[in-house]
């Protein structure tokens, strides 16, 4: 059983930063892609951010240039840096491993003075 469990959100001030992070208990999760959707309230949940197995990165345009994702294989546990944040940051970041997708259970992260 696949259990991923993200931490780091919070309230932050616009321009922020905030770090995530996501534990991934199991193994072989080096073999996998991993990566970062959001939730706002209202919308549908949006690809944020992703990471091949071999460190191949990948950003939505929305995010790109402001955030970094990043996986340390021996930990098990993938990150997402966020820097510049903006209010429409705003919303519940889940986790994910695999295709098709195991998820964490989200981390609120609200950006707001």
């Known amino acids: 059983q696949v259990e991923l469990v993200e931490s780091g959100g919070g309230l932050v001030q616009p321009v922020g930063p905030l770090s995530l992070s996501c534990a991934a208990s199991?193994?072989?999760?080096?073999?996998?892609?991993m990566g970062w959707h959001r939730q706002a309230p209202g919308n549908q949940r949006e690809w944020v951010a992703s990471i091949t197995s071999g460190g191949f990165t990948s950003y939505a345009d929305s995010v790109k240039g402001r955030f970094a994702i990043s996986r340390d294989n021996a930990k098990n546990t993938l990150y997402l840096q966020m820097n510049s944040l903006k209010p429409e940051d705003t919303a519940v970041y889940y986790c994910w491993v695999g295709y098709p997708p195991s998820w964490g259970q989200g981390t609120q992260v609200t950006i707001s003075s």
């Open positions: 199991g193994s072989g999760f080096r073999f996998h892609a």
